[in-house]
């Protein structure tokens, strides 16, 4: 007898099922989760909880909105535990990157950790952004529908944090 699975399909406008949704955007969600926190293993909890919400909440999706709708829910889960006191207490101070590179990609990666150290410096509501903008590729229009927000919030904060980017990487950022 074939064993079933109890997991229930997710369907959306497109009729996409659950398991592709997972396939298709988890290492996404996990992205922006890690870049977020900083942390593997409190990214791969959000990342479970994110999923586990849609299998539980079996919201309506729009065909093309299923991945906005899943890194709404994640960085609204990741601001939840960067505002909780243990969170601010035990996790920042933590070294951002555990890697090991190639000899010949020192300088490439030593710039790409100072790049996010500093994006790890800005405060939340900037981050959020940078990390939608830069490190998934949505548009000032997307991200203003996905974090419910003005498109000129949206461009504001944008130039803001790159900005308050550059001033870090300088070193002169006053906080």
Same mark, same amino acid.
């Given at each position: 007898?074939?064993?079933?699975?109890?997991?229930?399909?997710?369907?959306?406008?497109?009729?996409?099922?659950?398991?592709?949704?997972?396939?298709?955007?988890?290492?996404?969600? *996990?992205?922006?989760?890690?870049?977020?926190?900083?942390?593997?293993? &409190?990214?791969?909890?959000?990342?479970?909880?994110?999923?586990?919400?849609?299998?539980?909440?079996?919201?309506?999706?729009?065909?093309?909105?299923? &991945?906005?709708?899943?890194?709404?829910?994640?960085?609204?889960?990741?601001?939840? *535990?960067?505002?909780?006191?243990?969170?601010?207490?035990?996790?920042?101070?933590?070294?951002?990157?555990?890697?090991?590179?190639?000899?010949?990609?020192?300088?490439? $990666?030593?710039?790409?950790?100072?790049?996010?150290?500093?994006?790890?410096?800005?405060?939340?509501?900037?981050?959020? $952004?940078? *990390?939608?903008?830069?490190?998934?590729?949505?548009?000032?229009?997307?991200?203003?529908?996905?974090?419910?927000?003005?498109?000129?919030?949206?461009?504001?904060? *944008?130039?803001?944090?790159? &900005?308050?980017?550059?001033?870090?990487? &300088?070193?002169?950022?006053?906080?």
């Amino acid at each position: 007898m074939a064993e079933t699975n109890n997991v229930p399909e997710m369907q959306t406008e497109g009729e996409v099922c659950f398991a592709d949704l997972y396939e298709r955007f988890a290492t996404d969600v *996990l992205r922006v989760c890690y870049f977020y926190l900083g942390d593997q293993q &409190k990214a791969e909890d959000v990342c479970q909880d994110v999923f586990v919400k849609l299998i539980t909440t079996r919201p309506v999706l729009k065909a093309g909105s299923e &991945k906005a709708w899943l890194l709404k829910v994640a960085l609204n889960r990741c601001r939840d *535990l960067w505002r909780g006191a243990w969170f601010k207490r035990v996790i920042l101070g933590s070294p951002v990157f555990e890697l090991i590179p190639a000899p010949d990609e020192y300088e490439r $990666i030593a710039d790409e950790e100072q790049l996010m150290c500093a994006v790890n410096q800005l405060p939340p509501d900037f981050k959020e $952004i940078v *990390l939608l903008h830069y490190y998934q590729g949505y548009g000032i229009s997307e991200i203003s529908e996905m974090l419910s927000l003005p498109e000129g919030t949206v461009s504001s904060r *944008l130039s803001r944090s790159r &900005k308050r980017l550059e001033n870090i990487l &300088k070193g002169d950022d006053p906080q």
